[in-house]
């Protein structure tokens, strides 16, 4: 049994746990959403503090052995360069806090000693979702009810459930290159 972590960066921040030794493809056996806000202010706490807290505990508790993540801090950089960095505040302040997301997770998952698979583009991961890489929120969403039996709505959720799915691939993927394989 191999328990992967896909994540959705955000103050909304998706996640999900798949199980790869399921089925041809593995399974998503939970999707949710952490609202970071709430969680940093129920800890008296920053929000990343708050996020490695979670993390932790999620990751010890669901016997995590991947983790991967979807790479929104470049779409935001993308689209940060087309609006200009003084145009849109809150765009910069976004980009600054999903880097510092994504620090606290990779650091974290180096720690647990986990197997990382490399961040995946959003739109690589919506073309190998849905087929087109500029699928919007609502493909995504009906992609994941539809290909992983996910039952919520929430967008972030249902990202993070084809962050897992993408990342349960890459490692039987890998797996597959060794079988057979005499040492």
Not at 1 to 23: C, F, N, P
Not at 65 to 78: N, P
Request: with cysteine; glycine share 8%; net charge positive.
């Amino acid at each position: 049994m191999s328990i992967v972590l896909g994540i959705d960066l955000g103050a909304h921040l998706g996640y999900a746990l798949g199980d790869s030794s399921k089925g041809n493809n593995g399974e998503i056996i939970e999707c949710d959403v952490l609202d970071l806000g709430k969680r940093a202010k129920q800890l008296r706490c920053s929000r990343q503090t708050a996020l490695w807290t979670w993390a932790n505990a999620l990751i010890k508790t669901s016997e995590v052995e991947v983790f991967c993540r979807e790479d929104s801090t470049k779409i935001l950089r993308q689209e940060t360069n087309r609006r200009g960095h003084t145009s849109n505040k809150n765009l910069g302040l976004s980009l600054e806090q999903h880097a510092g997301y994504a620090a606290v997770l990779e650091v974290l998952a180096e720690i647990k000693k986990l197997k990382i698979v490399d961040p995946v583009d959003p739109r690589t991961l919506k073309k190998w979702a849905t087929g087109n890489g500029n699928a919007d929120k609502a493909q995504m969403t009906n992609a994941a009810r539809m290909l992983y039996k996910v039952s919520t709505e929430d967008q972030n959720a249902c990202d993070a459930a084809h962050v897992c799915a993408w990342a349960m691939k890459q490692v039987r993927n890998e797996a597959n290159k060794f079988a057979g394989v005499n040492w």
